[in-house]
């Protein structure tokens, strides 16, 4: 079944329609360095250094290491699984596919606030293994919707090609990549937010990233306007 198409995945280099791209970004970056700080050394979202790490572990016998390396990479591959499943099969001039794993991701991540603010913040490791599987899951949905809908090479969830090509692009055509840079930079200013509330205000912590996803799928409605039937 076809799905969809939202202005917001398939013009990202338009500014207003970008918006929630921007957003999900810095909710990415934000897990991935509540994840790597906090649950374990590990990413959510970045799973070539997760397997670079599986292997680390492995080779060093580090076994929880290896673990928690599994946990996320095995959580994001049934989150990318699961988005872009519900991605294609989804279809609605209002709920779209890629909404609709947006708020599938949006239910994931309230949990993950629940849980991780009952905690105070220090989860313990059983607690940590937990949330560190959900949030991949909820990242891999997230990275399986964008790409399913999104424009060829888009993703808000690894962005080590969104870097390659910015600099490629500078340097053999003379011209930068903005809507690569740019992306770049929210990446890297969500995880600044991530580690900040978890030095400043730790308990509500993994309340940033969600309340970043929610507000990109509330904001896709208002840059891609159900289409009139």
């Not at 499943?85 to 596919?97: D, E, L």
């Not at 989860?123 to 424009?151: D, E, F, K, Y």
């Not at 910015?166 to 690569?180: K, V, Y």
């Not at 912590?205 to 996803?213: I, S």
């Amino acid at each position: 079944m076809a799905h969809d198409t939202d202005p917001w995945l398939t013009e990202p280099h338009h500014l207003f329609a970008s918006a929630p791209v921007l957003l999900l970004t810095l909710a990415t970056g934000a897990v991935d360095a509540i994840s790597f700080l906090a649950l374990g050394g590990v990413f959510t979202s970045v799973m070539t250094a997760n397997l670079a790490l599986l292997g680390l572990s492995v080779g060093s016998w580090e076994l929880p290491l290896a673990g928690h390396s599994l946990l996320a990479i095995a959580g994001y591959v049934c989150g990318v699984l699961i988005g872009s499943r519900i991605t294609v099969r989804s279809s609605g001039a209002r709920w779209t596919g890629a909404r609709c794993a947006l708020l599938v991701e949006t239910v994931v991540l309230c949990g993950a606030t629940v849980a991780w603010a009952l905690w105070s913040g220090a989860p313990h490791s059983g607690g940590r293994l937990a949330l560190l599987t959900v949030m991949s899951v909820a990242m891999g949905a997230q990275g399986g919707a964008v790409r399913a809908a999104g424009a060829p090479g888009l993703s808000t969830t690894y962005l080590t090609g969104a870097l390659t090509g910015a600099l490629t692009s500078l340097m053999t055509t003379g011209r930068l990549q903005w809507d690569n840079a740019v992306l770049v930079v929210f990446l890297m200013a969500g995880a600044a937010l991530g580690g900040l509330m978890l030095t400043q205000a730790r308990p509500a912590a993994v309340g940033l990233p969600t309340a970043l996803v929610a507000a990109a799928l509330v904001l896709s409605f208002v840059v891609s306007p159900p289409r009139r039937t």
